[in-house]
């Protein structure tokens, strides 16, 4: 089947055009040709962890170096130049990210931490759904007024955490018998929670450690078909998929997104976004109140916030350089392509998932399914995860994640963990044991990399497979750390701590 994408004027095949038209961005993505050594000498690094963390760019670090690095200063002022460029360039970031996710008139961005762990928690508490937990005993809701929160499955913990940790009742929606998000499932929880004042779907876009995405504007229009709301988590997917809160049909309006810049090509180093509808803002008080948040205060206590709730949610020095950078690395998304992004992604996972379910010994998670993006999981038998990672970084340059994702119940569901054997690997790791801890190996993928970095992976885990029993036999394990060590791995460190 021929693959075609179109970018612009310009139209792409399957043979091969693809991959060359993503070598100029690799070649300028900072260590793409890189070697580090290792206990069996220098390796070139195959990075395969974008899931976890994106790339810098260096035409990105140049420009911030640069063109915008002399005029770094505060903003809040508009006097002299250096206020006046940092406060034009940090507003013009943030309408950089809002026409790139088709915010609306009464969308608010805000820049918060990190990434999307501090998005959505700052989202909770704009919301009035977090309270300090020593008061917890001393507030008790009616029950009607105790907020509903539906998640998938699928979610990611800063997703399902966050939403523990409220005042809310967290409900999942469990899965189709083919791993889906149960929409009929949602659909009778909306009847059983009908009497609920406040109900919320928060729901991840896209599985971080399957690839699998859920149909989140027909969750969205279940929602505000019974008067919720639709909240959704991007972080696994918003560096490769386009992002709409504002389809044409209002139902399926998305009233807040949060996801992380710092995975995207050119974004780490850059804060979480979130967008939401202002209108759901109803606070007097800001979440952090300091400088620039005020209109005017006085000796007497008297004091009056700014309405503007994208000033008044931006207490102290704003994140301007993090917003800056932000904004780049989505111009640099829209500029390689959205359309040619998810063609070439596709084409990676078509070289690398059936080759590697045929070698013996590897389980891929949700293997059968190629309808996914470029995030594959998978285990060997009787071999550790960590130690699979450092085989493959030790071998072969490969860089990998291992562990649960940060994803433990979809874990459970993708393991088929029930209740009594989780509670026994419960038990083993307060004890010590992290060896009883469940996990998996991560490749994720990016455009950027090419035909010859997936068949290096596929070689990598065959031969590690084929030779599991000697490899092992060289590492020693870490029980605090649940960690595996080369005997020579202190010397690649120290080096890093010399002037």
Same mark, same amino acid.
């Given at each position: 089947?021929?693959?075609?994408?179109?970018?612009?004027?310009?139209?792409?095949?399957?043979?091969?055009?693809?991959?060359?038209?993503?070598?100029?961005?690799?070649?300028?993505?900072?260590?793409?040709?890189?070697?580090?050594?290792?206990?069996? =000498?220098?390796?070139?690094?195959?990075?395969? /962890?974008?899931?976890?963390?994106?790339?810098?760019?260096?035409?990105?670090?140049?420009?911030?170096?640069?063109?915008?690095?002399?005029?770094?200063?505060?903003?809040?002022?508009?006097?002299?130049?250096?206020?006046?460029?940092?406060?034009?360039?940090?507003?013009?970031?943030?309408?950089?990210?809002?026409?790139?996710?088709?915010?609306?008139?009464?969308?608010? %961005?805000?820049?918060?931490?990190?990434?999307?762990?501090?998005?959505?928690?700052?989202?909770?508490?704009?919301?009035?759904?977090?309270?300090?937990?020593?008061?917890?005993?001393?507030?008790?809701?009616?029950?009607?007024?105790?907020?509903?929160?539906?998640?998938?499955?699928?979610?990611?913990?800063?997703?399902?955490?966050?939403?523990?940790?409220?005042?809310?009742?967290?409900?999942?929606?469990?899965?189709?018998?083919?791993?889906?998000? &149960?929409?009929?499932?949602? +659909?009778?929880?909306?009847? +059983?929670? $009908?009497?609920?004042?406040?109900?919320?779907?928060?729901?991840?876009?896209?599985?971080?450690?399957?690839?699998?995405?859920?149909?989140?504007?027909?969750?969205?229009?279940?929602?505000?078909?019974?008067?919720?709301?639709?909240?959704?988590?991007?972080?696994?997917?918003?560096?490769?998929?386009?992002?709409?809160?504002?389809?044409?049909?209002?139902? #399926? $309006?998305?009233?807040?997104?949060?996801?992380?810049?710092?995975?995207?090509?050119?974004?780490?180093?850059?804060?979480?976004?979130?967008?939401?509808?202002?209108?759901?803002?109803?606070?007097?008080?800001?979440?952090?109140?300091?400088?620039?948040?005020?209109?005017?205060?006085?000796?007497? =206590?008297?004091?009056?916030?700014?309405?503007?709730?994208?000033?008044?949610?931006?207490?102290?020095?704003?994140?301007?350089?993090?917003?800056?950078?932000?904004?780049?690395?989505?111009?640099?998304?829209? $500029?390689?392509?959205?359309?040619?992004?998810?063609?070439?992604? +596709?084409?990676?996972?078509?070289?690398?998932?059936?080759?590697?379910?045929?070698?013996?010994?590897?389980?891929?998670?949700?293997?059968?399914?190629?309808?996914? %993006?470029?995030?594959?999981?998978?285990?060997?038998?009787?071999?550790?995860?960590?130690?699979?990672?450092?085989?493959?970084? &030790?071998?072969?340059?490969? +860089?990998?994640?291992?562990?649960?994702?940060?994803?433990?119940?979809?874990?459970?569901?993708?393991?088929?963990? &029930? #209740?009594?054997?989780?509670?026994?690997?419960?038990?083993?790791?307060?004890? =010590?044991?992290?060896?009883?801890?469940?996990?998996?190996?991560?490749?994720?993928?990016?455009?950027?990399?090419?035909?010859?970095?997936?068949? #290096?992976?596929?070689?990598?885990?065959?031969?590690?497979?084929?030779?599991?029993?000697?490899?092992?036999?060289?590492?020693?394990?870490?029980?605090?750390?649940?960690?595996?060590?080369?005997?020579?791995? /202190?010397?690649?460190?120290?080096?890093?701590?010399?002037?």
């Amino acid at each position: 089947m021929e693959i075609k994408a179109v970018i612009g004027s310009q139209r792409f095949t399957s043979h091969g055009e693809l991959e060359t038209y993503f070598q100029p961005f690799r070649q300028a993505t900072i260590g793409a040709d890189f070697s580090f050594a290792t206990p069996f =000498g220098q390796q070139r690094m195959i990075y395969a /962890d974008w899931t976890a963390s994106g790339r810098l760019y260096a035409p990105i670090e140049r420009k911030i170096m640069e063109e915008i690095g002399p005029y770094v200063a505060n903003t809040h002022t508009e006097s002299n130049i250096t206020g006046t460029k940092m406060t034009l360039a940090y507003q013009y970031a943030k309408d950089v990210m809002k026409r790139h996710v088709n915010a609306g008139p009464h969308d608010v %961005l805000l820049l918060e931490g990190a990434g999307t762990t501090s998005a959505v928690n700052k989202l909770q508490r704009l919301l009035g759904l977090r309270i300090p937990e020593r008061f917890r005993p001393y507030i008790e809701l009616p029950k009607s007024k105790v907020p509903v929160i539906f998640v998938t499955h699928m979610e990611h913990h800063s997703n399902l955490l966050s939403w523990m940790e409220t005042i809310g009742e967290v409900i999942t929606i469990r899965p189709t018998a083919t791993g889906e998000v &149960d929409v009929h499932h949602l +659909q009778a929880l909306l009847h +059983q929670y $009908k009497d609920r004042s406040l109900k919320i779907g928060a729901f991840t876009a896209c599985s971080n450690v399957t690839g699998l995405q859920t149909p989140y504007y027909t969750l969205a229009k279940m929602m505000h078909e019974h008067g919720g709301l639709c909240f959704v988590d991007f972080a696994a997917s918003a560096p490769y998929v386009s992002i709409n809160m504002h389809p044409d049909d209002p139902l #399926q $309006k998305l009233d807040a997104i949060y996801f992380s810049p710092h995975k995207f090509l050119g974004g780490p180093g850059s804060a979480g976004i979130l967008v939401f509808d202002g209108r759901l803002y109803q606070n007097r008080i800001p979440d952090h109140p300091g400088g620039g948040t005020v209109l005017w205060t006085n000796p007497w =206590g008297e004091y009056q916030y700014v309405t503007n709730i994208e000033e008044r949610e931006d207490g102290g020095t704003p994140p301007f350089l993090q917003a800056i950078r932000a904004a780049l690395a989505i111009k640099l998304k829209e $500029k390689m392509g959205i359309e040619a992004i998810i063609k070439r992604e +596709q084409e990676l996972i078509r070289l690398l998932l059936p080759s590697l379910k045929t070698i013996p010994s590897v389980h891929v998670l949700e293997g059968e399914r190629e309808d996914r %993006l470029g995030i594959i999981s998978f285990i060997i038998e009787d071999l550790h995860y960590n130690l699979v990672v450092k085989l493959l970084n &030790d071998y072969f340059g490969i +860089q990998a994640r291992g562990g649960c994702s940060c994803a433990g119940p979809y874990g459970h569901y993708l393991l088929g963990i &029930d #209740q009594k054997q989780s509670a026994s690997m419960v038990k083993s790791m307060e004890e =010590g044991n992290l060896l009883a801890k469940p996990g998996w190996v991560r490749i994720s993928l990016h455009p950027i990399m090419t035909n010859h970095d997936m068949y #290096q992976i596929i070689r990598a885990i065959r031969y590690i497979v084929q030779h599991k029993e000697s490899l092992k036999t060289a590492y020693e394990y870490d029980e605090a750390k649940n960690e595996f060590y080369h005997r020579e791995d /202190d010397r690649h460190v120290r080096h890093l701590f010399t002037f």
